[in-house]
């Protein structure tokens, strides 16, 4: 029986990023996706996905809104799109254990790094049905170091 692979895998973009005006690093020469970007590895896929969660802060903040899961997830998948918005903060918070509105630290601080990397693992598993056990965490550690240039170190469950 052939297995389908979702089209975060297939595009290496596990979050779904969508096409804007970014150039992303790692992107692949050819587009054939008309939404959503391609990369050339899930790495630069991932890398993507910090760099984006990382500027939330700024965009965050210049709202005067804390930088909490929920408030990620209402940017990252807003109701105005047709999401189901309140389901996907409930899932990912069941699945990354973290409090929807506890404030997050900066993704470059250890704290911060591991918070997001548990994030990062639910988000996949929303936008690809995966289960947080089939979310590989290598390329998720090496798209944060090509986002920050610090290694970050994640426990595989």
């Not at 760099?51 to 940017?75: M, Q, S």
Request: hydrophobic share 35%; aromatic share 10%.
């Amino acid at each position: 029986m052939k297995q389908k692979i979702s089209r975060g895998m297939r595009n290496n973009n596990p979050l779904n990023i969508r096409h804007g005006k970014s150039r992303w690093q790692g992107m692949a020469d050819y587009q054939p996706d008309k939404d959503f970007v391609v990369f050339r590895t899930l790495t630069y896929g991932y890398r993507a996905a910090w760099v984006l969660l990382d500027n939330y802060r700024f965009h965050l903040a210049r709202e005067g809104k804390p930088y909490n899961v929920t408030n990620i997830i209402r940017r990252w998948a807003p109701p105005q799109d047709r999401n189901d918005t309140a389901r996907y903060v409930q899932t990912v918070t069941r699945l990354s254990g973290l409090d929807p509105l506890a404030e997050l630290p900066r993704a470059t601080t250890l704290e911060g790094g591991s918070r997001l990397a548990r994030l990062i693992v639910a988000m996949t598993c929303v936008e690809c049905g995966l289960q947080p056990d089939y979310v590989a965490r290598e390329p998720i550690a090496s798209g944060y170091f090509l986002a920050f240039r610090r290694n970050l170190c994640l426990a595989t469950s």
